[in-house]
């Protein structure tokens, strides 16, 4: 095994890229959105390096040790000469003077003096920050700023929105914008993310009758409900029968009562089950964690404590028995089965709590039930809201969107009548329809500047595939464009040519005609949100010697000339 420093994938060098981009141009704190397991961790190592490297210091903020201790790790991973100190009571440890810092918030919030000055501030999981008031991260935020002049404030999320309040970023808070995002469905497709199915549950609890507090379902009452014995011996059932060839079984559950029972009850039908939650003695939690990670333990339930920080990627079937309205807490819960690992072909996510049907597929969750709306989106929109997304097969039990025509498992034909009405969470998709491959027959380009615009106003590289039945999609590459549209441009281009990515449309067309980009062969088109236009998922692409768009760059590597702090 090399002992040299990892390199950073392309889409988390695109992520460094535009914060910097976005820091040079404005005086706002920009926003980076990367799925669950796409490496988030990699993403602060790299810019708290950078930091330190221009001579300054950078502090990392997060909410949980296990967080702080895997970002502390990737950072010594980046760079063993770096010098990473942990500031967290929880972890015995107050390390102030290094230069970076990996911190709980929870332990340093009135503390701020006694860490110093910073250039950069990194917030993981930043949508933990409050919409107003005088919260942990406010105020030790503001008292960094009077400390650090032109202190850098970055955060990261999987998920830029909030249970009651909506978007993250916006006027008045502490993030502006998102500066970078990248899709979770792109990931997969490119084989990053490890693909996600679902198959139909039974035992799918009621619970309307569940009083709503802060937000979301009150504890106590939603540990009662799902502590039923015929919904916990029939989800206990259903998970063993439906996990007997999966290696490792994550278990949500609604409360610490409710996760023993459905240990006790899968221990019953002859399924070794662990338990965890946030009572378990240190030790006793580290030795569990331990025999599920590396030793033979296959399932494991547990309570409040695994939604984030916990780095499993064999965990390949995720059992969702704890309803939430925080769409938040339900794309963590279902991430925990996102990382790939060798031998993994997908994650099994099993729903008993009706998340999916109540926030939709996690990379395009809903926030419209708590009258939360796009600026895009219409009146039908909201009005198809609620409609069936999916359908299940008769034959095999596969969930699929409902605009498919066959079943992609077993290719059972549908007719109207399989179509249902009102279906439960556990018929749904937990991703959103991943499209249909068509095999493309020949590809145009051209240059494009968009309708009604100035003469100066930036041009893209028009690319149109044409495929059998009379498939023409067209995708548009904004060479001559800054910031993120520059930067996917970039990469865009560094999958198809061995030259480097011009910065005029017309430079770029010449090169296209001239045969200087791969040719494509496959294209993977998926209908949109409102079903008006196409989208390109993915392309497979013929010929060699050139970049596949997925190398990286390592500690040593330039990834930005001009880091801004």
């Known amino acids: 095994m090399s002992d040299s420093p990892p390199a950073l994938r392309w889409y988390q060098i695109e992520a460094v890229r535009a914060a910097y981009a976005h820091l040079r141009t404005k005086t706002t704190s920009p926003c980076l959105v990367l799925p669950t397991g796409s490496g988030k961790s990699w993403v602060i190592a790299r810019i708290a390096l950078d930091a330190v490297h221009s001579g300054g210091r950078a502090l990392v903020l997060a909410h949980r040790k296990e967080l702080l201790e895997q970002n502390a790790a990737k950072l010594r991973a980046l760079d063993p000469s770096l010098d990473v100190g942990i500031y967290s009571a929880g972890l015995g440890r107050r390390d102030a003077d290094s230069a970076v810092v990996v911190a709980g918030i929870q332990s340093v919030y009135a503390s701020a003096a ?7 501030v990194l917030v993981d ?22 400390l650090s002049l032109g202190l850098v404030v970055i955060g990261l999320t999987a998920t830029p929105y909030r249970t009651k309040t909506g978007p993250l970023c916006g006027s008045g808070e502490i993030l502006a914008e998102v500066c970078y995002e990248i899709g979770l469905r792109e990931l997969i497709a490119k084989g990053f993310l490890s693909p996600l199915v679902s198959r139909a549950g039974t035992a799918v609890a009621d619970t309307s009758g569940v009083t709503i507090r802060a937000g ?3 504890a106590q009452e939603l540990d009662r409900l799902m502590s039923r014995s015929d919904l916990v011996e029939s989800a206990a059932r259903e998970i063993r029968d439906l996990t007997r060839e999966r290696r490792k079984v994550l278990l949500f559950a609604s409360g ?3 996760a023993r029972l459905l240990q006790r009850a899968l221990d019953a039908l002859g399924e070794r089950c662990g338990f965890v939650a946030g009572e378990t003695p240190a030790a006793e939690r580290a030795a569990v964690l331990d025999d599920f990670v590396a030793g033979d333990l296959r399932h494991l339930s547990n309570c409040d404590i695994l939604t984030t920080g916990f780095d499993a990627p064999h965990i390949d079937c995720v059992a969702l028995l704890r309803p939430t309205k925080s769409p938040g807490l339900y794309v963590q819960m279902v991430g925990r089965g996102l990382r790939k690992h060798p031998g993994k072909t997908n994650c099994l996510v099993l729903d008993y709590g009706a998340n999916i049907a109540r926030h ?5 969750v809903r926030l419209a039930h708590r009258g939360v709306w796009s600026p895009g989106d219409t009146e039908d929109d909201k009005a198809d809201d609620d409609a069936p997304r999916a359908r299940e097969c008769s034959r095999c039990h596969a969930i699929v969107s409902t605009w498919r025509w066959s079943c992609p498992d077993c290719g059972t034909v549908f007719q109207e009548r399989e179509i249902r009405h009102g279906v439960e969470a556990s018929w749904l998709p937990p991703v959103a329809s991943g499209g249909e491959w068509h095999e493309v027959t020949g590809v145009r380009y051209s240059v494009h500047r968009k309708r009604d615009a100035a003469d100066d106003h930036p041009r893209s590289l028009r690319v149109e595939y044409r495929g059998r039945g009379g498939l023409a ?7 001559e464009h800054e910031g993120f549209s520059r930067f996917r441009a970039e990469s865009w281009w560094a999958e198809r040519a061995t030259l480097a990515c011009p910065k005029d449309a017309d430079e770029a067309l010449s090169i296209a005609l001239d045969g200087g980009l791969r040719e494509p062969t496959r294209i993977l088109v998926r209908v949109g949100k409102r079903s008006k236009w196409p989208e390109i998922e993915s392309c497979e692409l013929g010929g060699e010697g050139v970049s596949d768009g997925h190398e990286g760059a ?3 590597e330039t990834i930005d000339a001009e880091v801004p702090f």
């Open 114 to 120: 006694a860490l110093g000055e910073f250039q950069v």
């Open 125 to 146: 999981e930043c949508h933990l920050i409050p919409p107003d008031g005088d919260g942990m991260y406010r105020r030790f935020l503001d008292d960094s700023r009077a």
């Open 216 to 218: 979301d379902f009150d």
């Open 256 to 258: 610490v009562g409710h």
């Open 360 to 364: 939709g597929p996690i990379d395009e």
């Open 473 to 479: 999609i067209a995708e548009f590459v904004c060479v």
């Open 554 to 556: 390592a500690v040593g």
